[in-house]
């Protein structure tokens, strides 16, 4: 009852609820506050970690490091890491990615314990650059960088994009690693090779861009890399510190022009490369290791992070370094040195600054932490610059959906993984890829029923994988029923008696080589002696045959005497499981060429690097151009 004109207790009671609403902060918004958080929670949100094996007990050996169990699935000692420690991401490898269900459950469970801990989600990223850097055992792999780089069409490697972005969304992966913009320019490089598109910076800045567009569109944050550039190196900084001597003009004109490109197409993340740039900063520390000056690689140099990449090229997304374990930063500068100098430098997440497998590795991970917290309390970091920086990562969380719930479903990643869509795509991109180097009347080769077909590989996993070919084109209707017989040529360093016969008996050969690095074309190595013994015995045979370069396309010099050669521009194989599952990932380069080699498919690529001819110790002369980039006899 309403008396004397007062407001009614119901409508007083919601009154006072509302105004109390509009207090509060909108839901969620709190924990998600750098201003809210303290130093070392600022610190965590800036680190990515990895898990990719576990052991109860303490392990500091090298070797028994590697051996140790897979980390597959979730258990209460890796549970309570991240309950305690809530680092801002976290990486997985193909230790943890070994099934679809098993990788799904293994995010969910990542993510559950930061969450429940009251912690923002983090971003979950792997490398999952496509072709010869694919982590995830089941799902398409596509060709790779340089197959796209071959094929030369914007439209494909957005294609190549999207397909790995649905896959590493559906999963629960809010990142990849990927695309290399790293143009690959030095034919000596030890790392990078077919992960780059190509050796033209305008082309590589084109199919990056595309290919960033591409995951983008599937569901992911692409995180292109290594800035400013790892193409022209001769030393992979997994292992050492690389050094590039070029000048500002040949990096401004060269290496920058791709991640300029992507910065214009509104990328968000940049990883870094360990390299050192003397042209963009000479400033010098001491190694740690050696006692010797040497130039601050690009992952600590402030030069090269905020005054060139933020300040003069306009970037404004989150920089990330490259993983800090690896021996260029790690053996100078030691893991909690090297995050104060990456955070000084103005970057914004560190990945992997200390491996973590065991219980001793979390306590040097903290011991890195604590030296972070120690270089705020003296001023050497500052607390504004720490939450400048989480506001970045938050950003970018916010703005691709990380921090809402996920609507991912199992069953739904299952349809998507591998599906019959996917697998169209890859064999399509890696078909278009394969470049005819040379035919000399050898391309298609056409086979009877009942003729014998000889298979020659460096490796078993890539036999299997030339078998699987075969097999699924007689299947197909698209190659006569043939008897097939199979050669693995490693560590051989003659054409032995049994593959003399093998070739003796064959009506057609194909066989691969499979050379991983400039290091292996010099003489008395099995990998580039092989393939050489090998098509001369087939010359003298006369038969129909065809060599698949598979890895390094700079063995193309050495096969001058191949009457049929052609590059595919990916390495990986196939093991038993994905040739009798079609779930399984597999590198769809090899069975792409022996497509071409029958006359199944039309090979449209061209080479995508220069070939250069070789002296009689094998050394590459970069001033005899072979075949030059754009090349095809097709």
């Not at 420690?85 to 314990?113: C, D, H, K, M, W």
Request: some cysteine.
């Amino acid at each position: 009852m309403i008396t004397n004109g007062a407001i009614p207790m119901t409508k007083h009671i919601s009154l006072l609820l509302v105004m109390a609403l509009l207090l509060l902060p909108a839901v969620g918004k709190a924990e998600n506050d750098p201003s809210t958080m303290t130093v070392r929670q600022l610190i965590l949100q800036k680190t990515m970690v990895s898990v990719r094996r576990w052991s109860e007990t303490d392990v500091t050996d090298k070797e028994e490091r590697k051996n140790l169990p897979d980390l597959t699935e979730m258990n209460e000692s890796v549970r309570a890491f991240f309950a305690e420690y809530q680092p801002g991401g976290v990486i997985l490898f193909a230790n943890n990615t070994r099934s679809t269900e098993g990788t799904y459950r293994l995010i969910q469970a990542f993510q559950s314990a930061v969450t429940d801990a009251g912690a923002p989600a983090m971003l979950v990223t792997v490398d999952q650059e496509g072709g010869y850097v694919t982590r995830l055992a089941q799902g398409t792999s596509m060709p790779g960088n340089m197959a796209l780089g071959a094929i030369g069409k914007v439209e494909d490697a957005k294609a190549a994009g999207a397909v790995i972005g649905e896959e590493l969304s559906a999963l629960g992966f809010t990142m990849d690693c990927g695309p290399s913009l790293d143009v690959n320019n030095n034919p000596l490089n030890p790392v990078i090779n077919v992960r780059s598109f190509g050796e033209s910076p305008s082309k590589v800045a084109e199919l990056g861009v595309a290919f960033m567009q591409g995951l983008t569109d599937g569901g992911v944050i692409p995180i292109v890399k290594h800035f400013p550039g790892h193409g022209d190196t001769q030393t992979d900084s997994h292992s050492a510190l690389p050094v590039v001597t070029k000048t500002l003009e040949e990096i401004e004109s060269t290496e920058l022009v791709p991640f300029q490109a992507a910065i214009d197409a509104g990328v968000q993340v940049i990883m870094t490369a360990h390299i050192q740039y003397p042209a963009l900063d000479d400033t010098t520390a001491v190694s740690a290791s050696t006692g010797e000056a040497i130039y601050l690689p690009a992952t600590l140099s402030k030069q090269i992070l905020t005054h060139l990449l933020r300040e003069k090229m306009g970037f404004e997304g989150v920089i990330m370094t490259d993983a800090m374990n690896m021996d260029a930063i790690a053996l100078h500068f030691g893991a909690g040195e090297a995050m104060v100098r990456a955070f000084e430098a103005g970057v914004d997440l560190a990945l992997m600054p200390v491996e973590i497998v065991c219980p001793g590795d979390i306590a040097l991970f903290n011991e890195a932490v604590g030296r972070v917290e120690a270089a705020v309390e003296s001023g050497r970091l500052t607390r504004a610059q720490l939450e400048a920086s989480v506001r970045r990562i938050m950003k970018v969380k916010e703005e691709n959906g990380v921090l809402k719930p996920s609507q991912r479903t199992l069953e739904a990643a299952r349809q998507t993984i591998a599906s019959e869509e996917h697998r169209q795509t890859e064999r399509r991109l890696a078909c278009a890829a394969v470049t005819v180097i040379a035919n000399d009347d050898m391309l298609p080769i056409r086979l009877k029923e009942g003729d014998k077909l000889l298979l020659i590989a460096a490796y078993g996993n890539e036999l299997t994988s030339m078998r699987f070919a075969v097999e699924r084109l007689m299947k197909e209707g698209k190659l006569p029923a043939v008897e097939l017989e199979t050669y693995s040529y490693q560590s051989c360093t003659a054409v032995e008696s049994e593959l003399q016969m093998l070739i003796d008996s064959a009506d057609a050969v194909v066989l691969d080589s499979e050379i991983s690095s400039v290091a292996r074309l010099a003489p008395d190595n099995w990998q580039s002696d092989m393939p050489v013994f090998i098509v001369d015995a087939l010359n003298k045979r006369g038969i129909p045959y065809c060599d698949v370069s598979m890895h390094l396309v700079q063995d193309a010099a050495l096969l001058t005497q191949a009457r049929g050669l052609v590059a595919a521009y990916n390495p990986s194989g196939m093991s038993d499981t994905a040739s009798t599952d079609s779930s399984y990932a597999y590198g769809p380069n090899l069975p792409a060429a022996i497509d071409v080699i029958f006359g199944a498919g039309q090979a449209q690529g061209t080479l995508p690097v220069t070939v250069y001819a070789l002296n009689e110790l094998r050394e590459i002369q970069l001033d005899q151009v072979l075949y030059p980039c754009g090349w095809s006899c097709r």
